[in-house]
């Protein structure tokens, strides 16, 4: 039998073990679209999660649960897949919501006020759709960080006036969400600012890609999830 002296050094082995994990045996988990699920866009091993990979410490890693064209209803569906091991989710959805009504934008309106209440009612179906993808993520009480929509790289100017004014509906959800449930927030449209950023019209290139990266791992080592707050990172600096 165990002496008390031995069941409190093994007690204190296990703590001691659960600490050291908890520290630095980090595994990053990405759901959601092809923001992160943006492999097919640029070269071999110049995507989102590569970029992770790259970067994180050996005792880490990371795993790619996104997939591109995947809009909120997909992500409890996602969220199956996660490891015992998982430590922190980043959560990018919400673009595809808001494509998939961007006709929309071209149809003929009585009224400025008529535009403004179409899309406030787009953007509660998207509520309701967001906030279950974020229930089914916060049941699992591991760290959760969410991701705005970045703006568009239209080439026309008219078009992407229009097209980021309306993705400010979706955004407001998002950012929203993040405040009542007390997450941290990834703002991509201070992140993705340049054309260099983008493979095409909406998916991040090679560049935008290895700046997202940068920043998901400034979360994980920076933000304290033991003291629920929304904190918003990538405001107005990149990292290197």
Known sequence: MESHGEKSLNLLNILTAKTYLAKFMTH???????????AVYVLDGEDVIHHIKRKIPPSWSATLLAVDGSVARDIPDQARGLLDDTTHLFLSVGGNDALKNMYYLSMRAESVAQVMTIFSRLAIDFLNNYITAVKSLLETRLPLTLCTIYKPNFQLAE????????????????????????????????????????????????????KLSNWIIEVVQKHDFNQPQTIIYGNSRNLS
């Open 28 to 38: 990053i988990v990405l759901l959601g679209d092809s923001i992160f699920d943006n």
């Open 159 to 210: 078009q992407q006036t229009v097209a980021t004014s309306a993705l400010t509906f979706w955004n407001d959800v998002i950012i929203q969400t993040a405040i009542t449930y007390k997450l941290p927030i990834i703002e991509l449209r201070q992140i993705f600012t340049s054309p260099a950023d983008y493979a095409n019209s909406i998916e991040p290139s090679a560049i935008g890609a290895d």
